[in-house]
């Protein structure tokens, strides 16, 4: 079955970096576009990024433009966020998804000093 497992997540600093990645099992990974999508406390889900099966095309949320970047590793089958000059309004639980084969569990960022 498909599955996808977030890891990385954790307590930084403003301006601190962070590398979430996303075990993607139960499917052909290189096949499928991927995406990263949060949800701060007490607000609704709020996209972050998307990427192509090739990885060549990318598109962000102007609240994560610039500092942080999606990338694929289709040999590993893994999707990553890198996640740069984070700051606190950057606090959500991150999930991976695919729109068409479900999410996974999300892992939680916690910025603050």
């Known amino acids: 079955q498909v599955q996808l497992v977030e890891s990385g997540g954790g307590l930084v600093q403003p301006g601190g970096s962070l590398r979430l990645s996303c075990a993607a099992s139960g499917f052909t990974f290189g096949s499928d576009w991927m995406n990263w999508v949060r949800q701060a406390p007490g607000k609704g889900l709020e996209w972050v990024s998307t990427?192509?099966?090739?990885?060549?095309?990318?598109g962000y949320a102007d609240s994560v433009k610039g500092r942080f970047t999606i990338s694929r590793d289709s040999a590993k089958n893994t999707l990553y966020l890198e996640m740069n000059s984070l700051k606190s309004e950057d606090t959500a639980v991150y999930y991976c998804?695919?729109?068409?084969?479900?999410w996974g569990q999300g892992t939680q960022v916690t910025v603050s000093s």
């Open positions: 998804a695919n729109w068409g084969r479900g």
């Open positions: 990427i192509n099966t090739g990885g060549g095309s990318t």
